[in-house]
């Protein structure tokens, strides 16, 4: 199965600063024949239901903020908030859906505002 | 729109099954595989498994040998997950999510139920 690892576990930024969140896999997400990145991210607050919010590691799903922004290749990705919001407060995974069953997820990452 | 409705919480003895319904409404109900993922309360994500509703093909995690099953009514558009020989640590939210690749493929999940709380308690 392939590992998915996060970093930090969690974080605490300030209202309209930067939020930097790191996930890496233990095989490479890179499909050579599309060139795609088979990597999701997705938002998880209390009492709702996990959102998706980028996939093919940089593509923001619609009606997602543009301060959302998905990078990286292969192994290495990140998921940036360019300018933190109040409603930004969450838990925030990445998924792998390059081989599956099964599909795996990060440990996931806590960001709160300082 | 799309939606996922998913059952009410239920709460089990050890050694019970559970069994969370998950109802689809505004799209191609045979369209679309569904998956189901659990969050254990302070843990993350786990993918259970998914169903194909128009083959009722299945695919389960190996985390749970013989104890997953997945299963779809076509008539009512909804998909069935039961959960058998329950644990303590099968305490969890159990969710719904549909597979954003029409018929099939690998890809993220764009739609989730709100989720069903599952309590396994003596």
């Known amino acids: 199965d392939i590992v998915m690892t996060q970093s930090p576990d969690s974080l605490a930024v300030s209202l309209g600063e930067r939020a930097t969140i790191n996930c890496k896999s233990s095989q490479s997400l890179l499909y050579s024949a599309n060139n795609k990145n088979y990597l999701a991210w997705y938002q998880l607050k209390p009492g709702q239901p996990p959102k998706l919010l980028i996939y093919w590691a940089s593509a923001r799903e619609p009606g997602v903020p543009d301060r959302f922004r998905g990078s990286g290749s292969g192994t290495d990705f990140t998921l940036t908030i360019s300018s933190l919001q109040a409603e930004d407060v969450a838990v925030y995974y990445c998924q792998q859906y390059y081989d599956t069953p099964p599909y795996t997820f990060g440990q996931g990452t806590k960001v709160e505002i300082k | 729109q799309v939606q996922l409705v998913q059952s009410g919480a239920e709460v089990k003895k050890p050694g019970a099954s559970v069994k969370v319904s998950c109802k689809a409404s505004?799209?191609?109900?045979?369209?679309?595989?569904i998956h189901w993922v659990r969050q254990a309360p302070g843990q993350g994500l786990e993918w259970m498994g998914w169903?194909?509703?128009?083959?009722?093909?299945?695919n389960y995690s190996q985390k749970f040998p013989g104890r997953v099953t997945i299963t779809r009514d076509t008539s009512m558009s909804t998909v069935y997950m039961e959960l058998s020989s329950l644990i303590s640590d099968d305490t969890a939210v159990y969710y719904c999510?549909?597979?954003?690749?029409?018929?099939?493929?690998?890809?993220?999940?764009?739609?989730w139920g709100q989720g069903t709380l599952v309590t396994v308690s003596s």
């Open positions: 999510a549909r597979d954003s690749c029409s018929h099939g493929g690998t890809c993220p999940f764009d739609h």
């Open positions: 505004g799209y191609t109900f045979t369209g679309y595989y």
């Open positions: 169903i194909n509703p128009n083959s009722d093909g299945t």
